[in-house]
C-alpha cells in the first residue's frame, strides 16, 4: 500500500496533539474479555452489526494495512489482530503472556466509539462484572 507520509509514526494516544495531528488508527492490545468489548462498541450505535471484521492476514497487516485502508472508507470498519500464529509465538516473549489479541479501529470510528461509552453496557453489570472477575 503507499502511504503519502513519508514516516508513520506509532505512540500513546495520550501523546497525540489533536491540535497538530490526525491519527489514522487506534490500536488496544486487549485480553479476550476487551475485544469482546470493543466489538460491541463498535456497532453500538450504527444500524447493522458488520462494523469489525477479523481478517486471514499478517499481523502486521491487522494493526496497519487494513485499519489504514478502512480509515479512507466513508464507513470504516475496525480490525481485529493478532489471529496470526507466527506472531503469537513471539506475543508470548514481548507482551508477558498469550492472552492478547488487537483490535484497531479508524480514528473516526475510535471517536463514535468514545462518544457512545456515556450511558452504554460498559456501564452496566455484565461488563462491570467481567472487570471485577479479572481483578
Excluded at 92 to 112: D, H, I, V
Amino acid at each position: 500500500m503507499d502511504i503519502p507520509e513519508k514516516f508513520v509514526v506509532c505512540k500513546p494516544l495520550t501523546d497525540v496533539d489533536l491540535l497538530k495531528e490526525k491519527p489514522r488508527t487506534v490500536i488496544f492490545f486487549a485480553n479476550p474479555d476487551q475485544p469482546s468489548a470493543l466489538v460491541v462498541l463498535a456497532n453500538y450505535g450504527r444500524g447493522d452489526n458488520e462494523n469489525v471484521m477479523i481478517p486471514y492476514a499478517a499481523s502486521c497487516q491487522t494493526i496497519g494495512i487494513y485499519p489504514y485502508r478502512e480509515a479512507k472508507s466513508a464507513k470504516s470498519r475496525a480490525v481485529v489482530g493478532l489471529t496470526d500464529l507466527t506472531a503469537r509465538v513471539y506475543v508470548r516473549k514481548q507482551l508477558g503472556g498469550s492472552n492478547f489479541m488487537t483490535f484497531a479501529a479508524p480514528f473516526a470510528l475510535f471517536t463514535e466509539m468514545e462518544q457512545n461509552v456515556p450511558g452504554s453496557f460498559l456501564e452496566r453489570h455484565t461488563w462491570q462484572s467481567l472487570l471485577t472477575e479479572r481483578t
